[in-house]
């Protein structure tokens, strides 16, 4: 039986930001779940999720030597920190956005 979850639930994620540029890193808690999670978490499936937040393009590194991703979003900071008119230009509240995509739960069976 398949079963959808958040992805807080199985990783975490830390945010930078360099102008208009988002870094987000996503870590899964158990080393073991790295595989499913980069098939559930695609660049473009993170860019639809954010659609409204990340303009340009979502390029996801994989980074198998430590179990993790890092995913480089442009155009995702309404022009970035001292551009911006907005209230929270940082990027350090999409790592939490991201945190709470819809996953398909992998069966470890």
Wanted: hydrophobic share 40%.
């Amino acid at each position: 039986m398949s079963r959808i979850i958040k992805l807080y639930e199985v990783a975490h994620s830390r945010a930078g930001d360099k102008g208009n540029i988002s870094n987000l890193s996503l870590i899964p808690f158990d080393e073991a779940d790295y595989e499913w999670i980069g098939r559930e978490v695609t660049a473009e499936k993170v860019k639809t999720f954010l659609k409204d937040i990340i303009d340009g393009e979502v390029i996801r590194y994989d980074v198998p030597s430590i179990k993790s991703y890092n995913f480089v979003c442009t155009n995702s900071l309404l022009g970035g920190v001292t551009t911006s008119l907005a209230i929270d230009t940082h990027g350090k509240s999409l790592s939490s956005a991201l945190l709470e995509l819809d996953i398909q739960l992998c069966s470890k069976d």
